[in-house]
């Protein structure tokens, strides 16, 4: 008669599993084996050991919804392991990014703080950047802090998804792509960098035109303000280059003419007088 290996429990009196132990495979009762939690041999028999439910499993069932798939904790911790090996292999290897200001001439001085902006305006996180551009988030992380990728395929593609330009020369073949023009003040380093939607004659760019803001159209005001002014001037300027000589002696016989023109006849003063 076989009985429990722990406690010698026949199997009258108990019912006995066969488990493994430090001695080999040997059996024992119920109480014992969740004393001691051996691992279980499992011969495929109808027989299981019943695990308590939990509450949210019962409801689920009652409700008629069914398990919900819940993604296993090891998945997460695998993908979270596998990219911080990559950011720190990235961080490591910095051969594909320069920190050289000969390798950065190219660039607009606040080109990091473009690609900031950028994407803080379409409300993108560093790491949804990374995905629409196909890239680590380390790579975005680096670009941010004013780091310069070699491989321009990278820059290209952040200044078409953010609509921005990082570079004051577009190569040949990129020219035909429409950028939003980035103007930026060299003379005063650290300043805020301006951006201007004014084409070079002096209109909007309607391709963006829901981008438009209240400061573009001020800009465009005062550009229009002053071409009329320089355009008035220029008029005067030719009118007094007309003048004869005859023309400037009948001046001076009245008088200076700016003061003339800035005080006005007074016809009150004169009817005072007749009375």
Known sequence: MEECFKCHTPETRAILFEVISPEGIVKVCGKCYGKENFPLVNKGSSFKIYKEKSVYERMLKISGTGS??????????????????????????????????????????????????????????????????????????????????KDR????????????????????????????????????????????????????????????????????KKMKEREIFDLSRKKIDNKRDDFSEDDVEIIDEFGDFEELIDEPYDFDKEERGNK
């Open 68 to 149: 919900r798939k819940i993604e296993p904790f090891e998945i997460k911790k695998q993908d979270f392991s596998l990219k911080r090996i990559v950011n720190e292999n990235l961080e490591k290897n910095l051969n594909d990014f320069s920190n050289n200001p000969e390798d950065k001439k190219g660039f607009f001085y606040n080109f990091h703080w473009i690609v900031m902006r950028g994407r803080r305006n379409k409300h993108l996180t560093q790491e949804q950047l990374a995905d629409a551009i196909r890239e680590p988030e380390r790579v975005v992380k680096l670009i941010e802090k004013g780091y310069v990728p």
């Open 153 to 220: 395929s990278i820059i290209r593609r952040i200044e078409e998804f953010l609509n921005v330009r990082l570079r004051r020369e577009v190569p040949e073949n990129e020219k035909a792509k429409y950028f939003l023009i980035s103007k930026t003040h060299e003379s005063t380093e650290g300043k805020d960098m301006e951006s201007s939607k004014i084409n070079s004659e002096g209109y909007l760019d309607i391709k963006e035109g829901r981008n438009i803001r209240i400061s573009d159209l001020q800009e465009l």
